[in-house]
Every structure is written in structure tokens, then in C-alpha cells.
């Protein structure tokens, strides 16, 4: 039976890498990378060089595929989403079917960890439904955008016995003003931190984590939030895309 491997590759640093996701890279025939057109081609360039550094066997192939664009247009963010799953999973069936013989391994290079925000489980679960490929998988972990921002802050990920939030820009602009005591946001588009108008709110904001480009900036919302605002303009204009994730906070350990 044809076997895939979901495997966390880290979040831009290729020393991210785990010694599981390196043997899990070794076990594959075929290594399936995403494009995700010129923009975001660092990304890409970021996964082929975790190839040439871990895998030393001689006879891996490696497959790139273009991912689907999502269309937004007539369609509800949930229909979008699901349509766009849809089409991937389309792409991901014939890559299945193509590029697979039987009884060998395919490996997915994922960003991060695929267990947040990411949605090739729930991808590869979707071909496994249509039942047209025979095939069983695994999911190695990863360190995440999440491990990357605290790491780089020095700072623990919650508070001592509090929770965490981990949502969206989108979500974090609808829930205010309660904001839980930690809230890391990613996948924001819209700079949501600009709303937090709280004097006690701190934000510990990153781009570029693991990479060469890593910029991190810290400090109370409301007094650091124009310059982060500007610093990720200028860095968008200058690198043509970007990835950034922040946790805002309230409060302190031991606080009742
Ligand atoms: C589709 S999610 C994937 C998250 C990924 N699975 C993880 O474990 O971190 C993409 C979002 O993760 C965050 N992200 C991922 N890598 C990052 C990095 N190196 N620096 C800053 N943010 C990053 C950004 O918020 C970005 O919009």
C-alpha cells in the first residue's frame, strides 16, 4: 500500500528540523513540494534546502506541485474554503496516482506543525474519502510559528496556570474587548493589534521567524503598535510578502 508522510519541517529555520522529520525524509520516494507562486517563493527555496541538507539517499524524487488559489468571489469564507479544499485535494489525488507506484512513500514538506493552521490532515482525509488512491499515512510534528515568537521573545507561552488563545486577525478584531489573558494571532492580514486600545496590553510581534530576515518587536500595544505597523510595510515592500505572528497579553504570573 502506498504510504504518505505529513511532515512538520519548522517554521524557517532549517535547524528546525527534527531528527523524526529527517528519517521521515529518508523513508520517502517522493518528496511533494508546494509552489505558492512568485511572492512566496522563499518558501519554496526554504524547502529544497532542507532537501539537499537532510536527505542523503540517492534515489528520492522530488515533485512540485502548484497549489489551488483560493477564490473568495460569490462564495461565503466557509463555502471558499471548502471549495478550495476540494481542488486540492483534486491536485493531491493525482498526485497520488501519478507520481506514487504502489508499496512506495510520499512525503508532504509542511510548514510549522500541521496541526495549526494548516490543513493538509484534513486534506489528505479528504482523498482518503474519495476512494479512488489506496493509501494509509502518518504526521510527524514540528516546531511552530508559535515554538519560533516565544523563542525569539524569551518569554513562556502562557501565563503561570492561564489559558491561551491561538486564533485568527479576523477573529481577534471580532472578539474585542475580551481578549483572554494570552492570545497569539496568526494569519493576519488586517493588523488587528492596531485596535487594542488597552493600557496594560503587551504585544510580542515576529516576522520572518528562523530565517535571515527574522524581526521581532516588543513592547505595550499601544506604544509600539505604529512601528510595528510601519517596520511590516516596509519589510512587505521590501521582500515582497510576509509571515508574521504576535502574542498580545494582559496581566502578569500570580496575578488573581
Ligand atoms: C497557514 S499558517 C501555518 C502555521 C504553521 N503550520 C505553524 O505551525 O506555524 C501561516 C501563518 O503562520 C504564521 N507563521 C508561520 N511561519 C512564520 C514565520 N516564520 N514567521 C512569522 N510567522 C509565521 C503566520 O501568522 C502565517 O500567517
Excluded at 4 to 29: F, K, S, W, Y
Excluded at 44 to 54: P, T
Excluded at 95 to 124: C, H, K, N
Excluded at 222 to 249: P, S
Aim: proline share 4%.
Amino acid at each position: 500500500m502506498k504510504q504518505i508522510l505529513i511532515v512538520g519541517i519548522g517554521a524557517g529555520n532549517p535547524e528546525h528540523m527534527t531528527v523524526q522529520a529527517i528519517n521521515a525524509l529518508n523513508r520517502a520516494d517522493v518528496l511533494f513540494i508546494p509552489t505558492k507562486g512568485e511572492a512566496k517563493s522563499q518558501l519554496a527555496v526554504i524547502r529544497r534546502d532542507i532537501c539537499d541538507r537532510y536527505v542523503t539517499r540517492a534515489d528520492g524524487r522530488v515533485v512540485e506541485f502548484a497549489v489551488p488559489v483560493r477564490q473568495t468571489t460569490g462564495r461565503s469564507y466557509d463555502q471558499s474554503v471548502d471549495d478550495w479544499h476540494a481542488a486540492i485535494a483534486q491536485s493531491y489525488q493525482r498526485l497520488l496516482l501519478e507520481e506514487l507506484a504502489p508499496d512506495q512513500t510520499g512525503a508532504f514538506l509542511v510548514w510549522g506543525d500541521p496541526m495549526l493552521y494548516d490543513s493538509t490532515i484534513r486534506i489528505v482525509e479528504r482523498v482518503r474519502a474519495l476512494g479512488t488512491v489506496d493509501f494509509d499515512y502518518s504526521v510527524i510534528p514540528g516546531i511552530t510559528s508559535v515554538q519560533a515568537l516565544t523563542a525569539s521573545h524569551r518569554i513562556p507561552l502562557n501565563l503561570v496556570g492561564k489559558p491561551v488563545q491561538i486564533t485568527t486577525g479576523r477573529r481577534l478584531a471580532e472578539s474585542f474587548p475580551g481578549l483572554a489573558e494570552t492570545a497569539v494571532v496568526m494569519l493576519d492580514g488586517e493588523q488587528a493589534f492596531m485596535a487594542i486600545d488597552d493600557p496594560e496590553a503587551f504585544i510580542y510581534w515576529g516576522a520572518y521567524l528562523g530565517t535571515p530576515q527574522e524581526i521581532v518587536l516588543s513592547g505595550r500595544v499601544i506604544e509600539v503598535r505604529d512601528e510595528i505597523l510601519k517596520t511590516r510595510a516596509e519589510a512587505r515592500a521590501r521582500h515582497g510578502w510576509i509571515m508574521d505572528v504576535y502574542l498580545v497579553r494582559k496581566g502578569a504570573d500570580f496575578d488573581a
